[in-house]
């Protein structure tokens, strides 16, 4: 059994399985299949799904259900992800597991609404004020994009963070032939609520607390400024420093949990190919065409940087070819674990993918 | 009321526009009456496309293609800094239905607030129809769009967004469509004229793959949206002052309109909700000729 699908639609399937019930969002090229297919199907599921006024409104109405006990997710592209952005910081301060579909388009500002771009890999990780990690996965086909939507859901619940899907137009609106298989059933991510205690213990850094819902039991409070654990709003230095470490912590300490990424290793290659999203096809097709035995990296959880993983993929080689849709966003990554080696880009901006011939010519 | 409207043009024949879009007729024949010494600001919207890409562009004044939320606000840039160098331009921000009544609605707020000296043109085909028919606030009761499914079409009547900008106390606002060309070139130069503050002009526009009909009874569509009273045209003078400006004369009823386009299958489907659309516009036909009484009643009273 084979079906001829695209991306959205897996991404779709991949939340209803991991239980989502919530979902807000806007009309943006290239995600609105996602948002369409989600105000199609959820209602069917007794979910709710809600087209908002913008972006601010989508992104606000799934941090008020997810805090009031929805699993809930928001689709968007670029232009979207900017409007997001404070929003994202809430969900960062106050611990919100919610899942963001970046349906990526070239960029900057309206940039090319139907061009595929992989330019916000920096954006989603930097994408609102202060500087705290976020999780983002990155799915390289329409398989891809419904294991790896249940694997947000799940991190977005271990982690109490937004989780990033950090998706792009050519791999959610190109439909391809996907077996049936792809989309077993996976279990619905675990949640852990309490209705007592702390509702944003941070002590130590690295736990994560139970989700304390808004309105159920004690009387929980939210709030994006600094707070104690009770979420109050403190002025209180040590207490702001101990919040702060916990929000960076409860991510940078469990790298190795979140990390995803195929590694193709090969006897005798000295050169590494390092991809990601919709350019692994080609890092694939290229690895097979090659005359000289080359090793791969498929790097599915961009953020936080896989630098254990890399570092160990590292070893035995001399080049390293970053091949992005961008300027070299995360080729400064792979330059910072590379130590002497070359690290070489290829790189593609005028809306065209990269050709496995082109990477070729730079393991050359 | 002034016909023909002028010879010039100021846009180009060709556009990227669907057969029968409503709103590629309503930029030609208002920038006919604006002139030549337009500015155009467009959001995210299909004029956004409709322009076309170099070599190919449409439009042969200047345009200025911003972001979604913000047509009011960068138009009142462009002003402020025009007026500042002596310079008098009628600055147009020209959005649809989304870039007015949803995303566009805090800035145009804030635009007709402070009574900025603009002219805000929205042209309503009541959906997102460049991102492929997804419901907006401007979109009318029973209507399927691909975010409101056949089994669940929207539920709620359209926005207001006439009565919201005349509860601003904008200076003028009015209703318009290009199926009453002269009574649109009219409200156009009066929107020109009335230089100074916030103009504000409500034109709805037929889409035909949106609405899904036929390309060729767009204009017919539009026409019966006024004679059926479900868009009727009409000016308002400082949030207050009301004139029809287009009385219906023949005898079109609802159902007239809504058989024309695919869209309102479930309406049609739903009778009881079509009653009650039926009497919403009663409704509003109602009240709209108690305020223009009304305003007959106050002229002389120095108000």
């Known amino acids: 059994m084979r079906e001829y699908i695209d991306g959205a639609t897996a991404i779709v399937r991949g939340a209803l399985a991991a239980g989502c019930d919530f979902f807000a969002g806007y009309p943006i090229t290239p995600a609105s299949g996602i948002l369409m297919a989600m105000m199609r199907d959820l209602p069917r599921t007794g979910g709710v799904a809600i087209q908002g006024e913008d972006e601010i409104a989508s992104i606000g109405m799934c941090i008020g259900a997810a805090m009031a006990g929805s699993r809930a997710m928001t689709a968007t592209s670029g232009p979207g992800i900017s409007l997001y952005s404070e929003n994202i910081g809430l969900a960062i301060m106050g611990e919100v597991p919610l899942v963001i579909v970046d349906v990526q388009r070239l960029g900057p500002a309206t940039g090319g609404a139907t061009t595929v771009s992989q330019g916000d890999v920096q954006f989603v990780r930097w994408g609102t004020a202060g500087g705290y990690p976020i999780i983002a996965l990155c799915p390289t086909d329409v398989a891809d994009c419904y294991r790896l939507t249940v694997r947000a859901f799940e991190l977005a619940e271990r982690f109490r963070c937004p989780v990033f899907l950090l998706t792009d137009k050519e791999v959610v609106m190109t439909p391809a032939t996907v077996a049936a298989d792809a989309f077993v059933p996976l279990p619905v991510p675990e949640r852990t609520t309490a209705d007592t205690g702390l509702p944003y213990e941070f002590v130590p850094a690295g736990d994560v607390p139970a989700l304390h819902l808004i309105g159920d039991g004690a009387a929980v409070r939210f709030t994006g400024s600094t707070h104690d654990e009770g979420a109050f709003i403190t002025k209180h230095g040590p207490t702001i420093e101990a919040l702060n470490r916990h929000l960076a912590a409860k991510v940078d300490d469990h790298v190795a949990e979140i990390t995803m990424m195929d590694h193709i290793a090969q006897a005798g290659a000295a050169t590494l190919i390092v991809g990601y999203g919709v350019t692994a096809g080609a890092v694939a097709s290229a690895v097979e065409l090659s005359d000289s035995p080359l090793a791969a990296l498929i790097v599915r959880s961009v953020w936080p940087v896989p630098e254990e993983a890399i570092r160990d993929a590292l070893a035995g080689i001399d080049r390293v070819v970053v091949p992005e849709l961008n300027l070299g966003l995360y080729r400064r990554e792979i330059e910072r674990l590379a130590g002497d080696r070359e690290v070489v880009g290829v790189n593609r901006i005028d809306g065209d993918l990269i050709s496995p011939q082109q990477i070729l010519e730079a393991t050359a | ?303």
Not at chain 2, 172 to 184: M, R
């Open chain 2, 1 to 303: 009321m002034r016909w023909p409207v002028p010879e010039a043009e100021h846009m180009d024949p060709g556009t990227l526009g669907c057969q029968g879009c409503g709103g590629a007729l309503s930029m030609r024949l208002v920038l006919k009456e604006v002139g030549p010494d337009a500015i155009a600001v467009l959001p995210a919207c299909c004029w956004s496309i409709i322009d076309g890409p170099w070599p190919l562009h449409a439009l042969d004044i200047p345009v200025f293609h911003t972001a979604f939320e913000t047509a009011a606000v960068v138009a009142t840039g462009i002003k402020a800094a025009k007026a500042m160098k002596g310079e008098d331009p009628t600055v147009v921000a020209w959005a649809g239905d989304g870039g007015t009544f949803d995303i566009g609605l805090q800035a145009l707020s804030g635009a007709a607030e402070r009574n900025e000296d603009i002219v805000f043109v929205c042209y309503d085909n009541e959906a997102y129809m460049n991102t492929g028919i997804q419901r907006s606030s401007a979109t009318p009761a029973g209507t399927w769009t691909t975010t409101t499914p056949e089994e669940r079409p929207e539920p709620r009547p359209k926005k207001d967004i006439m009565g919201i900008m005349a509860a601003h106390r904008v200076p003028y606002a009015a209703t318009a469509t290009v199926a009453y060309p002269g009574d649109l070139a009219h409200k156009v130069q009066t929107a020109v004229a009335a230089k100074g503050g916030m103009r504000f002009l409500h034109l709805l526009s037929a889409c035909p793959p949106g609405w899904k009909m036929a390309a060729d009874q767009a204009i017919e569509a539009m026409r019966r949206a006024v004679q059926a009273r479900v868009f009727p045209l009409y000016e308002v003078r400082d949030g207050r002052d009301y004139t029809i400006t287009v009385w219906p004369e023949r005898n079109v009823r609802l159902e007239d309109y809504l058989s024309l386009q695919g869209r309102f299958t479930p309406l049609l489907a739903d009778q009881d909700m079509l009653e009650r659309v039926k009497a919403d516009v009663a409704e509003r036909w109602r009240l709209l000729v108690e305020r223009h009484e009304h305003s007959r009643r106050l002229v002389g009273t120095g108000r």
